[in-house]
């Protein structure tokens, strides 16, 4: 089974993540999220299969969430406006995110992934 692996190609965290899933025998496929986000319907899944408020998704530490407001705007803005917002600026998005089967993981935990993927390989 291959993942899709949504990642930055300048971002530490998913280097670091790369690196695991090479190390660990992961298959994947890689999207650039900056270039090529998931579309509105792949955040929807993949946020009920991480079972994470839509919240959790956006990159709180990203210069585009601070220049945009979205602290502020959040506050008033639908899930689907938000949905939106993530799948046309791809660098909103926390990252990485790991899609494998029925897993999806959000930010790079070395034991979070570890343990996430003995689950499904048991």
Not at 59 to 67: E, V
Not at 76 to 85: N, Q, S
Not at 99 to 104: D, I, R, S, T
Not at 106 to 111: K, M, T
């Amino acid at each position: 089974m291959s993942a899709t692996f949504y990642a930055y190609p300048g971002c530490d965290s998913c280097r670091k993540a790369r690196r695991w899933l090479d190390e660990h025998g992961v298959a994947y496929s890689e999207r650039n999220i900056a270039t090529d986000p998931p579309s509105v319907a792949t955040l929807r899944e993949l946020q009920a299969r991480a079972g994470v408020p839509l919240r959790r998704l956006f990159n709180t530490s990203g210069q585009l969430y601070r220049s945009g407001e979205y602290a502020r705007r959040l506050a008033t803005m639908d899930d689907d406006a938000a949905r939106a917002e993530l799948a046309a600026h791809g660098m909103l998005i926390r990252r990485p995110l790991l899609l494998l089967g029925e897993l999806a993981l959000i930010g790079f935990h070395a034991d979070e992934y570890a343990a996430s993927l003995a689950a499904m390989r048991a």
